[in-house]
Nanobody, 124 residues
Framework: QVQLVESGGGLVQVGGSLRLSCGASGFIFSRYAMGWFRQAPGKERDFVAAINWSGGTTTHADSVKGRFTISRDNAKNTVYLQMNSLKPEDTAVYYC?????????????????WGQGTQVTVSS
């Protein structure tokens, strides 16, 4: 069955960096788009970044542009989210998700499988 396992979250100070990883199994990873989303307490799940099947096209939310970078390694069945210059408002549970299509999307409802999430806390 499809499994997505996020790792790399934790507690970091303002201005620090983290790299999230999402290992995938149970499907042909190189065929499909992947996305990162986040959800803060009491808020909806928001789009963060997405990447198409080949890694040739990426999309980032305006709130993270210039600070976060999504990438993928199809040989390792892994998608990454490099997060730099972290701010307190980046605090959330971060989820990776797979969309069973080549093109990515910014809409959570267009993703088919989700990981369990990893907590990122940015302290001031």
């Amino acid at each position: 069955q499809v499994q997505l396992v996020e790792s790399g979250g934790g507690l970091v100070q303002v201005g620090g960096s983290l790299r999230l990883s999402c290992g995938a199994s149970g499907f042909i990873f190189s065929r499909y788009a992947m996305g990162w989303f986040r959800q803060a307490p009491g808020k909806e799940r928001d789009f963060v970044a997405a990447i198409n099947w080949s890694g040739g096209t990426t999309t980032h939310a305006d709130s993270v542009k210039g600070r976060f970078t999504i990438s993928r390694d199809n040989a390792k069945n892994t998608v990454y989210l490099q997060m730099n210059s972290l701010k307190p408002e980046d605090t959330a549970v971060y989820y990776c998700a797979v969309r069973t299509a080549r093109a990515s999307s910014v809409r959570p409802r267009e993703y088919d499988y989700w990981g369990q999430g990893t907590q990122v806390t940015v302290s001031s």
